[in-house]
């Protein structure tokens, strides 16, 4: 078989702006406003009141340790719905050299640069391709736009190298937006022409984003004033350079009551945010079988919690850490019967501690 390294090394893979066609650059400045720390946590929405995800119904697999493009955690993952395809996003592994690169990096190198592999599967796991997005960020959070023809995904770029609490390591986050054309087997870095990149007013910054897609809204989590906050915009506007909130609330604390908040992904869909937060079996405090992932559901309009509770989705999984949320909508001539989906990150076995992906859902609204 040939060496996966050695292949991306010496494969007639372009990186960077020539890899994809070109696409003008456009930075959508935004409509500047200020949000000084003295504001209300939150500026009360208008959106139109939906039914919302049972949080106490069971949760049904929908795929369950599946091999992506790296080896490495699940960071995130989204549908594009309308050509039956799911995108995942994970940390570049250390010692892979990208087509573009002089030198190989480290597993922390790639973290603290934000690189990221990108990989669209279709929705029985089986891989379609793959994409490297150097000096992007951390992808906590991603969403697909879809078209008929393909897909645009949207996630952080722009990464800034943040130092984690134990003095020594960086991680790194995205303070802009970017949406790109799904194109396997290239490599994109964050100054890329194929990008379009969408800023929020100057000082937020770790910015990433999923997509309501019954309803064409962007939601975006970013951090204002050291604090996170989360904003609905129309997805059309946002993307014409408004940046008009529909709705804007703030992160709530005890996402995972009993513990310390870790915060893993969120997915929108009508009046309602859903917000992942776990922890790997091992840590903070999280114990087999029962763990310590919550999903919690908001009020866009009013930013109160409607619903938290605890999830045993995939509890047989080895290490098993919650990461990343998204709505899917299987049968596209039933654009209602949706799922809410979290994804989960396990151990390949107790020997081999590479990483699978799966997903559970919940389909039951009320």
Request: aromatic share 10%; with cysteine; glycine share 10%.
């Amino acid at each position: 078989m040939l060496d996966r390294r050695r292949f991306l090394r010496t494969a007639g893979i372009v990186a960077g702006a020539a890899a994809v066609p070109a696409v003008s650059i456009g930075v959508a400045q935004g409509l500047a406003r200020s949000r000084g720390a003295a504001q209300d946590d939150v500026t009360p929405g208008s959106v139109t009141a939906s039914k919302r995800f049972d949080l106490t119904a069971a949760s049904t697999e929908l795929l369950r340790e599946v091999a992506l493009g790296s080896t490495r955690v699940l960071q995130s993952f989204a549908f594009d719905n309308t050509n039956g395809h799911l995108f995942t996003v994970q940390l570049v592994d250390g010692g892979l050299q990208l087509p573009g690169e002089t030198q190989i990096y480290s597993g922390a190198d790639r973290e603290a640069n934000g690189d990221l592999c990108l990989t669209r599967l279709d929705t029985s796991g089986n891989i379609l391709g793959t994409m490297y997005l150097r000096g992007f960020g951390h992808g906590v959070q991603i969403g697909v736009e879809a078209t008929g023809s393909g897909a645009y995904v949207w996630t952080e770029t722009h990464n800034v190298r943040s130092l984690n609490s134990d003095g020594t390591t960086y991680t790194g986050w995205g303070d802009r937006l970017a949406r790109f054309e799904f194109a396997n087997g290239t490599v994109l870095t964050a100054d890329s022409p194929a990008l379009t990149q969408y800023t929020l007013e100057n000082g937020v910054d770790r910015t990433t984003c999923a997509i309501d897609p019954v309803n064409n809204r962007l939601a975006v989590r970013c951090r204002v004033s050291g604090a996170f906050r989360f904003r609905l915009y129309d997805l059309a506007a946002f993307k014409s350079g408004s940046r008009t909130t529909l709705a804007d609330i703030a992160q709530p604390a005890d996402l995972q009551p009993g513990y310390t908040d870790t915060f893993q992904g969120f997915a929108s869909y009508g009046s309602y945010l859903y917000l992942l937060a776990g922890s790997p079996y091992g840590t903070n405090g999280s114990v087999s079988p029962n763990g310590n992932t919550y999903i919690t559901s908001l009020d866009w309009n009013t930013g109160t919690i409607t619903e938290q509770k605890l999830s045993k989705a995939g509890y047989t999984l080895s290490y098993r850490e919650p990461e990343g949320m998204a709505i899917q909508i299987p049968d596209s001539n039933n654009p209602q019967a949706l799922r809410l989906c979290s994804g989960f990150s396990s151990f390949t076995s107790d020997t081999d501690q590479s990483k699978k992906a799966s997903v559970y859902y919940k389909a039951v609204l009320v």
